[in-house]
């Protein structure tokens, strides 16, 4: 039986195409091919283009200071290892990291657990079937440094028998001193966010610039767009459930990720820039 997801008004109907006939969904051997490994004390993406998806770019933190002072061998001793590893099955591919050298080396297992159920969590909340439905996830690591992890998924998933794939973008962040995950309530209000949503001073971050998209989320009251943002990111829903929205922090901005009509792209990405950054 499909488990039940999230829908707070009828205008939102993006998703609606998704809903699917229960199945299970085996996995198959983790795909390895092509994985990367990046070793960096903290490493931060500027997204950007059309998808949302920028470039790695490092910041001189830890990693400068422990290399003037202990050479390279020092830096790379204190550095979080990451690689990107694929779940293959059938018809779908979702993308995941996998962690080392973490501060708390016995908290490894458990955090790349994590990261791994919380990727590919889209194919057990949809219910989804890798030999007929088609999902294509990639994982973009926008943050990563001793104590966290942020990260994007963006792609797409399409029923067998659907007229055309819905676009996704979720996210994911993590405490890697705790092995939890941290989400939208640890840093926002939702009512107060929501009041931004709606004022002259929403920035749109993506789609950038569209008038269109952004009349369609300023087309709901306060209230609805509270209840979306009480309901955000995997930390905020049961398990089982698949939010209708999500959220991250990058460089001191706080960004939402929205749900949108098919035709204005099926999501939106709203920027937040505190006064007192």
Do not use: W
Not at 84 to 104: C, F, H, M, Q, W
Request: include cysteine; charge should be negative; charged fraction near 25%.
């Amino acid at each position: 039986m499909r488990k039940r997801n999230i829908y707070f008004t009828a205008a939102i109907t993006a998703l609606s195409v998704l809903a699917l006939s229960g199945c299970s969904c085996s996995r198959e051997a983790v795909d390895l091919t092509g994985v990367h490994e990046t070793e960096t004390e903290t490493m931060e993406e500027t997204m950007s283009g059309s998808s949302g998806v920028g470039e790695e770019t490092e910041t001189e933190e830890e990693t400068t200071a422990a290399e003037e002072s202990s050479g390279s061998s020092s830096a790379q001793a204190l550095s979080v290892r990451s690689e990107i590893a694929t779940e293959k099955n059938g018809k779908v591919s979702i993308e995941y990291p996998i962690l080392s050298n973490l501060r708390d080396s016995s908290k490894t297992d458990a955090v790349n657990e994590l990261l791994k159920t919380q990727a590919t969590r889209i194919l057990t909340d949809y219910d989804l079937n890798p030999e007929t439905d088609t999902v294509n996830i990639t994982c973009n690591i926008l943050s990563l440094d001793r104590s966290k992890v942020v990260l994007t998924y963006e792609g797409s998933m399409m029923a067998e028998g659907a007229a055309h794939p819905t676009a996704v973008f979720y996210t994911t962040t993590v405490d890697l001193d705790k092995g939890t995950m941290i989400g939208f309530s640890d840093y926002a209000d939702a009512a107060t966010m929501a009041d931004y949503i709606l004022s002259e001073d929403c920035e749109l971050y993506y789609p950038s610039e569209s008038s269109e998209v952004l009349a369609e989320l300023q087309s709901m009251d306060a209230e609805t767009l509270t209840e979306i943002l009480k309901a955000c990111d995997f930390t905020s829903v049961e398990e089982g459930t698949f939010p209708q929205s999500f959220s991250y922090e990058n460089q001191g901005d706080i960004y939402m990720v929205l749900p949108v009509s098919h035709a204005a792209g099926d999501y939106a990405i709203v920027r937040y820039t505190p006064d007192t950054k």
